[in-house]
């Protein structure tokens, strides 16, 4: 029902959804278990979410949660469209610190599993886009994180000037630099 295609980064799957349509609209499937089990996603949706951010130019991000409570994220744009981001967290990994992107719409029908040891985050490309975020881990307070978006030791090439970020992602998260990575 969709096809996972392998990133330059270990372990990040871009998903491209098969998609059926006619005249009433179309339908295609976000979440098939046996098939994201195949490429690294877990055993078990623990939490769904649902994201809206109203300007372009809109940073979320980049977070992730420290072990245990690492997660994967099935991530899909439901309306408008977002440069959705992954950066390999992992210690010891060949590709730490790299990123990868993917361009998510409404309109392309694709997803991007991040699996556990990578944060994740967005820029909003239109107004008002929505995300629906499935995760295999409950979200924990205490173990959660977040990279600098903007560091430029990660050197992400964000596509627009920045409109808005929390202060939690442009104040209090953390830098690159001295982060030994996660330990999974």
């Given at each position: ?33 046996a098939?994201?089990?195949a ?57 730490f ?45 205490a ?42």
């Open positions: 029902m969709f096809e996972c295609i392998p990133t330059p980064l270990d372990g990040l799957i871009e998903i491209r959804r098969r998609v059926l349509s006619d005249e009433r609209g179309f339908f295609s499937p976000i979440f098939r278990l098939q994201l089990q490429a690294g996603f877990g055993d078990t949706v623990a939490q769904v979410n649902q994201s809206q951010t109203r300007l372009p130019g809109t940073i979320r991000g980049l977070h992730f949660q420290y072990p245990p409570h690492a997660e994967a994220k099935l991530v899909s744009c439901l309306r408008g469209e977002v440069f959705d981001v992954a950066v390999d967290l992992r210690a010891g990994s060949p590709t610190l790299r990123w990868h992107a993917r361009v998510l719409s409404a309109d392309n029908h694709t997803s991007l599993l991040v699996p556990a040891g990578f944060a994740h985050g967005f820029q909003s490309l239109r107004a008002d886009s929505e995300l629906l975020y499935l995760h295999s881990g409950a979200y924990e307070p173990s959660e994180g977040a990279l600098q978006a903007l560091d430029p030791a990660i050197g992400i090439a964000w596509p627009l000037e920045v409109s808005v970020m929390s202060r939690r992602d442009r104040v209090d998260a953390i830098a690159a630099a001295g982060f030994e990575g996660l330990k999974l």
